[in-house]
């Protein structure tokens, strides 16, 4: 029997906390015998939540904490001073051992910071970056770094190299992931002085297999499996995506309806419509992993609906089964 994976599930956090976020720890354990939810907040709040669902009791345990740390407060002193907060709580949680992993859809910035001055890094790991998965022509691309570290180094960008193949391999289940370094055009020459110093080290690096720059026109196209490049450059690339994505979907849904003849045709092209659609949803792959922490980060959207919290606890599963962490510290620690 597969060993039960305990994942702290900030409550309290995001725009629509705590209904969404009750309700897709609800289904994480209902789809899942695999994995056991802490819900971190106040607890009468959570309580009454939880009267709307049934559930199995074992795989669900609720942990009171009466603060709650709101998106516009300065990460560092949120961190410091909100002791009982329901997002420090979890990340408590995840130093003691109690938790394997924690979820939360509050504050980036207290995730990021607790997430270092809390959790800890991994020995050995310069930076931890945010890597979330991004939808492409052929399936997913892992992003790294997309918010953590805007002034990264070089040799911080061959670690995020690592860590992703590492992510995607064990995690998504693609084999010898090719990475690519985001840059303005495809030769070895192109790039700022950050890009033209990282590509030699993934060039020379035997873990990863690295194909060199990549373009943001053809991110869409699924041309590479790991997408490295420092935070500012990687947190641009995501808007655009999922701002284009949204657009593209409404404009879509409007010219379908724009006609008789037109709401006709969207009646039978609407199943295969909805599944090509479906594809490009960044709430089928859960949240964003915070990479080379002591333990599991993940952070999802602020405007995280239940599908998307669901799908980032149970992203969480394969996380601790394929040992992720040990095999980032054979990579960081031994292999440097």
Not at 84 to 92: E, F, P, R, Y
Not at 147 to 156: E, H, I, K, L, Y
Not at 228 to 256: D, R
């Amino acid at each position: 029997m597969s060993e039960i994976v305990n994942v702290a599930v900030d409550a309290m956090g995001g725009d629509n906390a705590p209904g969404e976020v009750v309700k897709g720890a609800v289904e994480a354990i209902s789809e899942d015998k695999r994995v056991k939810v802490f819900l971190v907040g106040r607890e009468p709040v959570i309580r009454e939540e939880l009267k709307k669902y049934t559930y199995n009791a074992a795989q669900l345990e609720v942990v009171h904490a009466l603060e709650v740390i709101e998106t516009g407060e300065p990460p560092v002193m949120a961190i410091r001073t909100k002791k009982d907060s329901s997002l420090v709580k979890c990340m408590q949680m995840v130093k003691d051992g109690q938790c394997d992993a924690l979820v939360s859809a509050g504050s980036t910035g207290a995730v990021l910071v607790g997430g270092q001055v809390i959790v800890g890094r991994i020995k050995g790991v310069e930076r931890p970056p945010l890597a979330p998965i991004i939808p492409n022509s052929n399936g997913v691309s892992l992003l790294l770094d997309c918010g953590a570290n805007v002034d990264a180094r070089p040799s911080q960008l061959l670690q995020f190299a690592k860590m992703g193949s590492i992510y995607m391999e064990s995690v998504i289940g693609v084999k010898n992931p090719r990475v690519g370094l985001v840059n303005i055009g495809v030769e070895e020459e192109k790039g700022n002085a950050l890009t033209k110093e990282t590509y030699p080290l993934l060039q020379n690096c035997p873990e990863i297999n690295f194909i060199g720059n990549v373009e943001a026109r053809d991110i869409p196209m699924g041309v590479a499996d790991v997408l490295v490049c420092e935070a500012f450059a990687g947190n641009i690339v995501l808007k655009m995506l999922e701002g284009v994505s949204s657009v593209l979907i409404a404009k879509i849904k409007s010219g379908m309806m724009s006609s008789l003849r037109s709401k006709i045709g969207a009646l039978l092209v609407k199943p295969a419509l909805k599944s090509t659609l479906k594809g490009f949803s960044t709430d089928e792959y859960g949240g964003a992993p915070l990479l080379g922490l002591n333990g599991l980060v993940v952070k999802t959207h602020g405007s995280s609906k239940a599908i998307e919290i669901k799908h980032s606890i149970l992203q969480c599963i394969a996380f601790k089964e394929q040992n992720i962490n040990e095999k980032i510290k054979e990579q960081i620690v031994l292999g440097d």
